[in-house]
């Protein structure tokens, strides 16, 4: 048998996808709120005077968050200070679908997180809850009203402030 002809159907199957539009966190426009703390463990917790300064700054009221766009995009983005975390909020309309996706950087040292404004998870929303070293979160909307999300970008260690990465947000139907 010609083993040319078994390459020739690989070929035909790999389909360029186009990239997706990118954009810089620091020209997005603030969110009119940001989500409550969440109430997960700090996996970049320790007992120094360093990490109590982390502690502290992960117990506020709220995090500060920045709309994304509509559509799919990629966000280049750094953790802005010690707290070691980054909110994003998205409108999904009814019945639609999103994730958001770390896809270049340390991937192995991050997390996302994805809650309702309370904090919390809410029906529609999906974790990793097992470490897998891809930080990924999804969410569903069940009902028929728009509804807004936070994806929140944690880091795993607790020296990370200026640490880079993308965020690749995708919308489904």
Do not use: C
Request: net charge positive; hydrophobic share 40%; charged share 20%.
């Amino acid at each position: 048998m010609n083993p040319m002809l078994l390459t020739v159907p690989m070929l035909v199957l790999q389909v360029p996808q186009t990239p997706l539009p990118e954009v810089e966190a620091k020209d997005l426009a603030p969110a009119p709120r940001g989500p409550m703390a969440p109430r997960v463990p700090d996996a970049g917790a320790e007992r120094s005077a360093f990490g109590q300064a982390r502690h502290a700054a992960r117990r506020g009221p709220s995090l500060p968050a920045v709309q994304l766009p509509g559509g799919s995009v990629r966000v280049k983005d750094r953790i802005p200070d010690i707290s070691g975390w980054r909110a994003y909020a998205i409108e999904v309309p009814g019945g639609a679908s999103v994730k958001a996706h770390v896809v270049e950087g340390r991937k192995g040292w991050f997390r996302v997180l994805g809650v309702n404004a309370w904090g919390r998870e809410e029906v529609g929303l999906l974790q990793n809850r097992i470490a897998t070293g891809e930080p990924q979160a999804t969410y569903k909307n069940p009902g028929p009203e728009p509804r807004t999300i936070y994806f929140i970008v944690d880091t795993l260690d607790s020296n990370m402030t200026g640490e880079a990465f993308t965020l690749e947000v995708t919308r489904g139907e």
